[in-house]
């Protein structure tokens, strides 16, 4: 397989370089957009193999005529993997946010990647189509093996102490009026973030609607326990991001891979007088690996609590 891939590859080093970093970019698109769009998966193989794969490709295309250094080969990975996510962005795969979220664990994945194709190619070159095509395949291969998953429901609690009795707060709880705009910048960036609440009727069984930018969370009350305690679940929920793009995208992860379950708001009254308010929001994702994009997720959800829980303690402090 080896003398048949020498033969395909120019000769000139150049040529062959960016024969191999295309040829890399074209395998892995086509794999992203299988991955994502047929078989709905955005996890190991995705953010896993596929670096690895970018990494390690050009790697050994440009290095199998050729003896190249950790450095080249880094360099040839990085070039790979830049092109890829350019290509990304003009054909409207991604934005520019979930590329951003991505960038840290994908190029440490990519640079892994590049030793991994140096370490074939220079140890072991005759085998190096076969362990190409290994990794190229182990991609669609995860795709399938964790598609269908079990997901692990994620607590996310934000507190704050308002200068209030809960009596007070509580009526700022169940609903309260449109909030000044943000100034952090995932909000500016294109994170849903809350506007306003309304809710529709009183007790268990009341309908509060928690409006975001891309609409509104619809939250039927489960425990109404006035004024210690508002549950509620999540029956509809909106867009968590409206992607920033040249083109308006419309991407498979905006819909029902970040899942809000249920919520709460839980009043306690302090010693001083003060309320502590507490809220909680439940929910899981369908994106691996969950202990990176945990990290993500468990930021913006305490983001948009404290957004929330500032502008009652204000709300109320103010009453």
């Known amino acids: ?6 033969k395909i590859l120019p000769a ?66 990085l070039l790979t993997l830049g092109i890829f996510m350019i290509g990304l962005l003009i054909f409207a795969i991604e934005g520019i946010i979930c590329i951003m979220m991505a960038a840290p664990f994908v190029l440490l994945l990519t640079w892994a990647g590049t030793l991994i194709g140096y370490a074939i190619i220079s140890k072991m070159p005759g085998n190096a189509p076969s362990a190409l095509f ?10 399938f093996t964790e598609k269908d998953n079990e997901q692990e429901l994620i607590s996310v609690v934000t507190t704050i102490e308002i200068n209030a009795d809960p009596q007070t707060v509580w009526k700022d709880v169940i609903e309260f009026p449109e909030l000044d705009k943000p100034s952090e910048f995932i909000f500016k960036a294109g994170i849903a973030y809350p506007i306003n609440a309304k809710i529709e009727g009183t007790g268990v069984g009341a309908v509060r609607h928690c409006n975001f930018t891309t609409g509104s969370f619809v939250e039927p009350i489960t425990v109404w326990d006035q004024p210690r305690l508002l549950r509620f679940d999540v029956v509809v929920q909106p867009a968590p991001m409206k992607e920033l793009s040249f083109w308006d995208i ?59 829980l500032v502008h009652i303690k204000k709300k109320s402090e103010n009453a």
Not at 39 to 56: E, K, S
Not at 134 to 143: D, N, R, T, Y
Not at 280 to 307: E, G, M, Q
């Open 1 to 6: 397989m080896r003398k048949q891939l020498e």
């Open 12 to 77: 000139d080093d150049n040529k062959r370089k960016w024969t191999a970093v295309v040829a890399t970019v074209i395998i892995a698109g086509l794999l992203t957009l299988w991955g994502i769009h047929g078989i709905g998966q955005y996890g190991i193989a995705l953010f896993v193999l596929t670096p690895l794969f970018i990494g390690a490709s050009p790697v050994i295309l440009y290095g199998i005529k050729k003896e190249i250094t950790k450095r080249e080969a880094w360099q040839t990975g």
């Open 134 to 143: 290994l990794l190229m395949v182990s991609i669609p291969a995860m795709s």
């Open 250 to 308: 419309d991407a498979p992860h905006l819909h029902d891979y970040f899942v809000s379950k249920q919520g709460q708001f839980k009043l306690t009254k302090l010693a001083n007088g003060n309320t502590l308010l507490e809220g909680t929001t439940w929910y899981y994702h369908n994106i691996r690996p969950a202990f990176y994009w945990r990290l993500w997720s468990n930021y913006i959800v305490h983001k948009i609590h404290d957004r929330v």
